[in-house]
């Protein structure tokens, strides 16, 4: 049974773009199948609004404005605009699209913690946080670094960012130094304010057994909410919205971020005279959009802020894969990065095209690898091939020989083949499979295509024209299908199908049941090529442009100075470090972790490790290899696994495991 249409309204947001950067591929990993998914509940007559926002506060947007000599409110509204036309050239059309800078929102945040705060919720500790000398300022997160207290990578101030995934309270990250001026960093007191998340462990395992969304969202949540802490939620910061009551402390971004959500409806709601309270104080269906790496946020923080301040809870949390670049991990610094306004929409590619390959390269909750020959591939073959070329040749031939739509009526097989394509995509839909809906409806271009072929139209009409009417009149019942069902993920080329088709109204406002009202007689225009091949010479340029872009970015890293020397040791400190080789017995993936494996390694005795190297090294590959250890490392808990000792690695492309030059026995040190 369809989870929609639903009697309760639907608001589907997508996670805020931080207005700090350009939008590139990445970003529309979430929005486009937001799009998508809004337009096929209106298609099914839901009630419902779609909204998001700019991210405008936080320490990055502090720094990056800093080192451009401007404020912070100009970088925002810089990149909010930004934003803004690149949706809209995407096809991504918001409800509204505000900005967390806005009166509204920073009332909406004040609203909220004061309610936190009046509920008990929130209480002030006094911290060591970092503070620089030389610049004499309390440091914020992001202008610490140093190293993880769990897993010993090198860290940022609120999150092990090329480790373990950890966030990082303010104080915890050791060996913390001044991202600005290189220098060390020395602790001081300073009164903050912390959210009782851990208050929350017991609502938040029975809200996630009815929390839907995506699977890769909810069992991560449900294995961080086994180790709860509390949040620090007020920062040292100019920029932001006031922490109730403390002139020189803003809120955490992380706290009025999703809050925007709330004050972007409220905002909508005044422009078009709603109510705002119907989807955030009564029953509604809330349904985020959000990139894999905020799951956290969105499912163990956020609900836990609602339920403390009384506001309706979230009914969903869809969660996509990360982004990868021709097989690369999408790394900005590196050059893996196809910039959605230069590498794409300025070159001529219609925004149709990119929104196929997005949904239909893989499943929403995999690793989506972007490939220009991939896409070329799926443009020619899929849209050009099928879609396009079914489209253009009913049209053609009705408009050639029938002078548009011919009389009589449309065969029931074909309107049974409609609606069963239908139903299928809708329930994949509710299932947030995204290729699976749009595998689907690309069959239905493909029955129609075997159902012309199999009749021949085109010999048809020297021999029997009224049967090679109703053949014409049944591939366009099948047509107008398509561009019903094909509106979600193109509407570019569906408006202008629709068009063709000569039908009235608005296709954008038309539903999925439209496609069973059979096509009046109507005149019809010559047809015009909707999708057209991609050449091979266009796509090596395009290859080019991002090769070059790695060619550049690596050649900036070597250039960059080398990492300031650390402090000279003695032999006594060094021989301090009980560094053993060991043996592999066993590796296993932890759950909730795309990071972390476990590791059971002979060193003379049998240590469990915890290990970030998932992501270079599969389990079944180390096992019976020889590795090294530190063995006296302090023992810490990372997903409630505890780690007894590194495994070292050197600092490449991805972690290169150190091992010995030969095999020795299990539990010799290194000296």
Same mark, same amino acid.
């Given at each position: 049974m369809s989870n929609f249409p639903s009697d309760k309204p639907v608001l589907v947001t997508c996670g805020l773009p931080y207005a700090n950067g350009k939008c590139h591929m990445g970003h529309l990993r979430t929005y486009v199948p937001g799009d998508i998914f809004i337009r096929a509940l209106r298609k099914q007559g839901q009630e419902s609004v779609f909204v998001c926002g700019s991210d405008a506060h936080g320490t990055p947007i502090v720094v990056n404005a800093e080192e451009q000599g401007i404020t912070p409110t100009e970088l925002v509204c810089k990149y909010h605009e930004h934003f803004k036309t690149v949706f809209k050239a995407m096809e991504v059309d918001f409800s509204i699209f505000g900005n967390t800078d806005s009166p509204t929102n920073h009332a909406r945040t004040t609203s909220i913690v004061e309610a936190l705060i009046s509920? =008990? &919720?929130? &209480?002030?500790? #006094?911290? @060591?946080? %970092? &503070?620089?000398?030389?610049?004499? $300022?309390?440091?914020?997160? $992001? &202008?610490? /670094? =140093?190293?993880?207290?769990?897993?010993?990578? !090198?860290? $940022?101030?609120?999150?092990?960012?090329?480790?373990?995934?950890k966030h990082l309270e303010p104080g915890e990250i050791r060996q913390a130094r001044c991202r600005i001026c290189g220098n060390a960093a020395e602790y001081r007191e300073q009164e903050h304010f912390f959210f009782k998340l851990s208050a929350f462990k017991g609502f938040l395992s029975k809200y996630l057994e009815t929390l839907n969304g995506t699977p890769n969202a909810i069992n991560y949540a449900k294995e961080w909410v086994k180790d709860l802490r509390d949040w620090c939620i007020s920062r040292n910061l100019e920029w932001g919205v006031r922490f109730p009551g403390h002139d020189d402390l803003v809120v955490y971004v992380w706290v009025d971020a999703p809050i925007g959500y709330i004050s972007f409806t409220e905002e909508w709601a005044n422009a078009t005279g709603d109510d705002w309270e119907k989807y955030w104080k009564r029953d509604s269906r809330i349904i985020h959009f959000i990139g894999e790496d905020i799951t956290y946020h969105h499912?163990?923080?956020?609900? %836990?802020?609602?339920? =403390? %301040?009384?506001? #309706?809870?979230?009914?969903?949390?869809?969660?996509?894969?990360?982004?990868?670049? /021709?097989?690369? @991990?999408?790394?900005k610094s590196r050059g893996y990065v196809v910039w959605v306004d230069e590498d794409y929409l300025d070159h001529g590619f219609h925004p149709d095209l990119l929104r196929y390959y997005i949904v239909n390269y893989t499943s929403h909750t995999k690793e989506l690898n972007f490939s220009w020959k991939v896409f070329?591939?799926?443009?020619?073959? /899929?849209? !050009?091939?099928?879609?396009?070329?079914?489209?253009?040749? #009913?049209?053609?031939?009705a408009h050639k020989n029938f002078g548009g739509i011919p009389e009589g009526k449309v065969d029931e097989e074909i309107f049974e083949a409609i609606q069963q394509k239908i139903y299928q995509v809708v329930s994949y839909f509710d /299932?947030?499979?995204? @290729? @699976?809906? #749009?595998?689907m409806m690309m069959e239905l271009a493909m029955f129609g295509n075997a159902y012309f072929q199999q009749y021949k139209p085109w010999q048809l009409i020297k021999t029997d024209r009224e049967m090679c009417a109703r053949v014409v009149k049944n591939c366009l019942q099948i047509g107008k299908a398509l561009v019903l069902l094909f509106e979600t993920v193109l509407p570019g080329n569906m408006?202008?199908?629709?068009?063709?088709? %000569?039908?009235?109204?608005? !296709?954008?406002?038309? $539903?999925?049941?439209?496609?069973? !009202?059979?096509?009046?007689?109507?005149?019809?225009?010559?047809?015009?090529?909707?999708f057209s091949k991609i050449e091979d010479k266009k796509i090596k340029e395009m290859e080019s442009i991002l090769d070059k872009r790695i060619k550049l970015a690596v050649s900036k890293e070597k250039k960059t100075k080398p990492e300031e020397e650390k402090p000279v040791i003695s032999f006594e400190e060094f021989q301090s470090l009980d560094i053993r080789a060991g043996t592999v017995l066993s590796a296993e993936n932890i759950k909730g972790s795309d990071k972390l494996l476990k590791l059971e390694v002979d060193i003379g005795e049998k240590r469990q490790i915890v290990a970030g190297i998932a992501k270079s090294h599969n389990p079944s590959d180390l096992v019976g290899r020889q590795v090294v250890v530190l063995a006296n490392m302090k023992p810490a808990k990372l997903f409630g696994v505890e780690s007894r000792g590194m495994v070292l690695a050197a600092d490449a492309d991805g972690a290169v495991l150190l091992m010995p030059e030969k095999k020795v026995k299990d539990g010799t040190r290194i000296r």
């Open positions: 509920n =008990g &919720y929130v &209480y002030s500790q #006094t911290i @060591k946080l %970092a &503070y620089c000398p030389k610049d004499k $300022r309390f440091l914020p997160d $992001r &202008y610490v /670094e =140093g190293i993880c207290p769990y897993c010993g990578s !090198v860290a $940022r101030g609120d999150e092990c960012d090329q480790g373990c995934g499912c163990i923080f956020w609900p %836990a802020m609602l339920k =403390g %301040a009384g506001y #309706t809870l979230p009914w969903a949390v869809v969660a996509s894969g990360m982004l990868k670049i /021709e097989d690369k @991990k999408f790394s070329q591939d799926k443009v020619n073959n /899929e849209l !050009v091939g099928a879609l396009g070329n079914f489209l253009h040749r #009913t049209l053609h031939f /299932e947030y499979e995204f @290729k @699976k809906a #749009t595998d408006e202008k199908a629709w068009k063709q088709l %000569a039908l009235d109204g608005d !296709v954008h406002a038309a $539903r999925f049941e439209d496609a069973l !009202v059979e096509l009046p007689p109507a005149a019809l225009e010559a047809p015009v090529v909707l």
